[in-house]
């Protein structure tokens, strides 16, 4: 077995990119294309203040935080994480000079946007108008039937990240909480999914813990300023569910990478547009 490289060998390598990068970003992601993905929207997000070609992903939150805290060297720097459960259970991860939390579950919340979607679904398609495209689509709709949905379902997640930690949460396919090609979640599978979790947290502890946990929860998100579609994982949750609707709508065989790439060409940025303030000079 060929042993894998160590965060600092990983997170050294930006040394080798400093002719075509004017700062040296670090992300979570190790999947294939993310360092594009993020070059993509950290390019757009900075404006043209730093030139970036290239991130460097160095494999998890606590190995950006720890790279973060090591960090020594002289140029501008920027180290990324995701916002996660943790922007449900509180997080003492913060926004310090150097080190940018998301204010989303992760990236691909970023790319979940309205505009943007149709946008590539308007280019897939070669007969539809834009505005027929957007009346079939119908983001407002899904919204209304799905965003209370999957935050009763992410807190009981979080529940369960404090509770139960050992439990399956976002892990859980949400193509098994669905029943159709709409992107809309089942009724029934969901009851069943929140119930589940809730009666094996109550098991393993007791109705009290289950329900104080559960309104310390809600009270931190009333708190932070929010929206509920940002606690929800767009990875896993977000971008599959408008990624189904979408190909009910369009003939298309674009990848979903492909799809995130164009995405990050054109989402808007305006929420994360406040990394710049923690750029490390």
């Known amino acids: 077995m060929i042993p894998e490289r160590s965060v600092q060998a990983k997170s050294a390598k930006s040394v080798f990119f400093e002719d075509v990068n004017d700062i040296d970003i670090y992300i979570e992601d190790t999947a294939f294309g993310y360092q594009k993905l993020f070059a993509v929207l950290f390019s757009r997000v900075l404006n043209d203040q730093y030139k970036v070609n290239n991130v460097f992903p160095l494999g998890g939150r606590k190995s950006v935080v720890e790279q973060h805290s090591e960090h020594t060297g ?19 991860v913060d926004n310090v000079i150097g080190l940018y939390k998301f204010p989303y579950y992760c990236v691909e919340n970023i790319l979940c946007d309205n505009q943007a979607l149709l946008t590539v679904l308007d280019e897939e398609d070669p007969v539809k108008s834009l505005e027929h495209l957007e009346g079939l689509f119908n983001y407002q709709e899904w919204l209304l039937n799905n965003e209370g949905k999957l935050f009763s379902l992410f807190v009981e997640y979080a529940i369960s990240m404090i509770l139960n930690p050992q439990e399956q949460t976002v892990a859980f396919k949400v193509s098994d909480l669905v029943s159709s090609n709409k992107g809309e979640l089942d009724d029934e599978k969901l009851r069943s999914r929140t119930e589940g979790l809730k009666q094996t947290v109550i098991e393993r502890t007791s109705l009290g813990a289950y ?10 998100f009333e708190l932070s300023g929010l929206n509920k579609l940002d606690v929800i994982s767009g990875k896993d949750y977000l971008f599959p569910l408008l990624k189904t609707r979408a190909k009910s709508l369009v003939k298309t065989k674009i990848s979903d990478l492909n799809f995130k790439l164009r995405l990050a060409k054109i989402c808007d940025i305006n929420n994360i547009s406040q990394a710049i303030a923690h750029i490390a000079c």
């Open 211 to 220: 329900e104080s946990t559960r309104n310390d929860i809600l009270a931190n």
């Open 74 to 92: 002289n140029r501008p720097s920027l180290y990324i994480i995701d916002g996660d459960l943790f922007l449900l259970t509180g997080d003492a």
